[in-house]
């Protein structure tokens, strides 16, 4: 998410186009992929100098991208200005609240405001460690990114709800649970698992519903995972899958 945060800093390629997509940015063409879509956009505004290349994969793709600092920030103005982003970094961007409510989305980073702003955005980045639970998640969301976060339990009844959500991503402590595959819009799922285990340690199990998400298009997770066969009575959809 380092694109948000700095020019500097990188953002994969992969990622940008997973964002894009569930923003509802890529327009479908055919005989192509949303994937592919999204890759041409990106090689249109790197030809244009408005994206730079940061590194390149062995074939000669972009792997990871940047902005240059002075568009950044004119970036950042423009979306401020027309009330589709924010960037959160304390309290003291939270003044203008009544401003803050008519924006599309925000990237936050401080979680401590997000309780209190969650509630009028449609995509949130949280680039802060913090330790906490989530609160007043509404059924508009469609973009959660949350890696750094670390919950004590899996906000089962909150997420439950968000009925539109397309990208999440978190860090885990616990098992997960299969709520997180009835989510009937999601695309892509970044699981992070902060447990400490040992070689004797058994890779824990995806729940038997990850079968029937069927608008999953990337799953991908940091530690081993054991994957259950479905059994003869599971529908499988998992039409849209391509990474796993």
């Given at each position: ?21 569930a ?16 890759e ?18 062995f ?5 990871t ?46 979680f ?87 070689d004797?340690?058994?890779a ?41």
């Amino acid at each position: 998410m380092g694109a948000f945060q700095g020019g500097g800093l990188e953002i994969e390629s992969q990622s940008l186009a997973r964002l894009w997509i569930a923003e509802g940015f890529i327009i479908p063409k055919y005989s192509k992929s949303l994937e592919e879509a999204a890759e041409e956009y990106l090689k249109d505004l790197i030809d244009r100098s408005l994206v730079l290349t940061a590194r390149k994969r062995f074939n000669g793709k972009v792997k990871t991208c940047r902005l240059h600092d002075m568009l950044l920030e004119f970036c950042i103005k423009q979306a401020r200005k027309e009330k589709f982003l924010e960037v959160i970094k304390d309290s003291k961007d939270c003044e203008e609240e009544e401003d803050m409510k008519k924006s599309r989305k925000k990237v936050l980073g401080n979680f401590l405001q997000l309780e209190r702003m969650i509630g009028h955005v449609g995509s949130v980045f949280i680039a802060k460690h913090s330790r906490t639970a989530l609160l007043n998640l509404k059924l508009l969301l469609f973009i959660l990114y949350m890696i750094p976060l670390r919950f004590d339990s899996f906000p089962v009844d909150q997420l439950s709800k968000l009925l539109l959500l397309k990208y999440l991503a978190f860090t885990a402590s616990f098992e997960l649970p299969a709520v997180v595959f009835r989510l009937p819009k999601l695309q892509t799922l970044i699981i992070n698992d902060s447990r400490i285990r040992s070689d004797t340690t058994p890779a824990p199990a995806l729940p038997h519903d990850f079968w029937q998400s069927m608008n999953l298009r990337h799953l991908q997770l940091q530690e081993a995972h054991y994957l259950p066969p479905p059994s003869e009575f599971t529908e499988v959809k998992l039409i849209y899958l391509q990474t796993l």
